[in-house]
């Protein structure tokens, strides 16, 4: 299986998704969704996006959002400044989380960071 079947992009249904909701949040870095499960689970009447590169954590976030029957919540594999700025509908985010610590403490890794 591709990445690209397994991980299908951001796509018009996710839109009209995110339209459904009268509150919109995303999560940067997700990592294995604890915080975005969470969040979904607590507050069903808001949409939930979670926003990670590495392939085995957005399975993880994908299943965990399955297993808790969790349907405002959606997790997507994407770099997230090309996410942020080319996906989402203009004016769509409400909340923007951004959880996790500098991965990128180094002087030369300057470039990678957020």
């Keep these: 299986m591709t990445l690209k079947a397994e991980f299908p992009a951001f ?5 009209e ?3 459904t909701y ?5 999560d940067l870095g997700c990592a294995r969704g604890h915080f975005l499960a969470a969040c979904a ?3 069903p009447d808001r ?3 979670g926003i990670e590169w590495q392939a085995e954590r957005v399975r993880r976030t994908s299943r965990k959002l399955r297993r808790g029957d ?10 997230n400044a090309e996410f942020l700025s080319g996906s989402l509908p203009r004016a ?4 923007l989380h951004v959880l996790f610590a500098d991965p990128w403490p180094k002087r030369r890794h300057a470039r990678r960071r957020l």
Excluded at 70 to 79: D, Q, S, T, W, Y
């Design 47 to 49: 949409c939930f996006i």
């Design 22 to 26: 009268s509150v919109c949040e995303v």
């Design 17 to 19: 998704w995110i339209k």
């Design 92 to 95: 769509s985010v409400d909340v």
């Design 11 to 15: 796509a018009d249904q996710d839109r």
């Design 41 to 43: 689970e607590m507050f």
């Design 70 to 79: 969790l349907k405002n919540g959606r997790v997507f594999r994407a770099e």
